[in-house]
């Protein structure tokens, strides 16, 4: 079982490049959500995407677009990247909109 | 073992132990909580998930219990082995909004 996949695991981006993180999941589920997590801190909510279709901004949009691209994908861009943006993402996805989520094992992203 | 609130976010422990992870959430609207379980280098993985209308759960060898009076959130960890070591968040959600993690307790079993 696949879960959540999440490419690439480990990226570094110079001050102002683009990159997308791709995010897919096998399990059919609805939701699917992409968090940053800084060293130490908890998870915080980038965007999410309740529905096949809808994207919504949680609590940190700033600097980052999410695409649905269908069920099973969701991509996060980030279009000029910035120091600030170094930190470790995390998509995940549940079933229903805000039930026990499922993560993929993240993608290290390290802004120079 | 137990820690209190969000002050000592680390938690050391004796194999076999039982473990005692505390949680303080902040939003008194909030009415379903989660735990997730966090190994080095991987994503968070769900645990147990309680709603407000429970002030109980049990699951294998983990038990959350919830107290809405005073907004608190534990998971007891029975027997605690050596890969029980993880960080543990709580996740609280209202109604329709969104789930807010805590920033979580980091639990080391010693052999």
């Known amino acids: 079982n696949a879960g959540v996949t999440q490419t690439p695991k480990f990226q570094v981006l110079k001050t102002g490049q683009s990159m997308t993180l791709q995010c897919a999941q096998d399990?059919?589920?609805?939701?699917m959500y992409w968090y940053r997590q800084d060293p130490g801190m908890g998870l915080r909510l980038i965007y999410y995407?309740?529905?096949?279709?809808?994207?919504d901004k949680g609590e940190v949009p700033n600097g980052y677009n999410v695409s649905r691209l269908n069920k099973r994908e969701f991509s996060l861009r980030l279009e000029s990247a910035a120091p600030s943006q170094t930190s470790v993402y995390f998509c995940?996805?549940?079933?229903?909109?805000?039930?026990?989520?499922?993560f993929g094992d993240g993608t290290r992203l390290s802004i120079l | 073992g137990e820690n209190v609130g969000l002050h000592l976010p680390t938690l050391s422990v004796q194999e076999g132990d039982n473990s005692i992870i505390n949680c303080a959430y902040s939003?008194?609207?909030?009415?379903?909580f989660i735990w997730y379980k966090q190994e080095s280098g991987k994503g968070p993985q769900f645990i147990i998930d309680?709603?407000?209308?429970?002030d109980k759960r049990q699951g294998q060898r983990v038990t959350v219990l919830l107290n809405k009076t005073v907004k608190h959130l534990s998971l007891q960890i029975a027997a605690t082995q050596p890969g029980d070591s993880a960080v543990y968040f709580c996740?609280?959600?209202?109604?329709?909004?969104?789930?807010?993690f805590g920033d979580g307790t980091t639990l080391t079993v010693k052999p």
């Open positions: 399990m059919n589920h609805n939701s």
């Open positions: 309680i709603r407000s209308n429970m």
């Open positions: 996740a609280e959600t209202a109604g329709a909004g969104k789930s807010t």
């Open positions: 995940a996805s549940s079933e229903q909109f805000l039930g026990p989520q499922h």
């Open positions: 939003n008194s609207a909030s009415d379903y």
């Open positions: 995407s309740a529905s096949e279709g809808t994207t």
